[in-house]
């Protein structure tokens, strides 16, 4: 059992991976919001999300927030008018919550930017062994 919040498994697309699809589709929220594409690791000790939000300045169109165990990355893209041609890119607004796992030490969250890809890490305390085992005693 992974202790990755945001981790899938498996051959069946998760929700949200649904949800995605749909949206583009043109079936999704009307809203504008779109979902945003994260992978999760543990890594020396962190849980590393990274998100892919390319072309959006760090400073200004991207949040990053933590209330109580829940990780928010929100971001804005703003749509430059060019009507040459079609464009298959995103505008708008988009947003991914997770739930970080336990032992994260949410007053250490570390964020930066390169290349198009937001990388937050959270160090997370090493979680006890393996669960204790407990002798069952018997009444005669």
């Given at each position: ?17 649904l949800w995605h699809v749909l949206a583009h589709a ?47 990355i929100k971001a804005e893209r703003s749509e430059q ?60």
């Amino acid at each position: 059992m992974s202790i990755l919040p945001a981790h899938r498994q498996g051959l069946v697309p998760d929700f949200n991976t649904l949800w995605h699809v749909l949206a583009h589709a043109g079936l999704g929220s009307s809203t504008g919001t779109h979902l945003l594409a994260v992978e999760d690791s543990i890594e020396n000790g962190r849980y590393v999300v990274r998100a892919e939000i390319p072309g959006v300045d760090p400073d200004k169109d991207v949040e990053v927030s933590v209330q109580g165990r829940q990780l928010t990355i929100k971001a804005e893209r703003s749509e430059q008018h060019q009507s040459k041609g079609r464009s298959e890119f995103t505008y708008g607004s988009f947003y991914r919550s997770v739930s970080l796992p336990q032992g994260a030490d949410a007053d250490s969250v570390e964020a930066s930017y390169s290349k198009g890809i937001l990388t937050v890490s959270v160090p997370v305390a090493e979680s006890e062994a393996a669960a204790k085992k407990i002798e069952v005693k018997t009444e005669d």
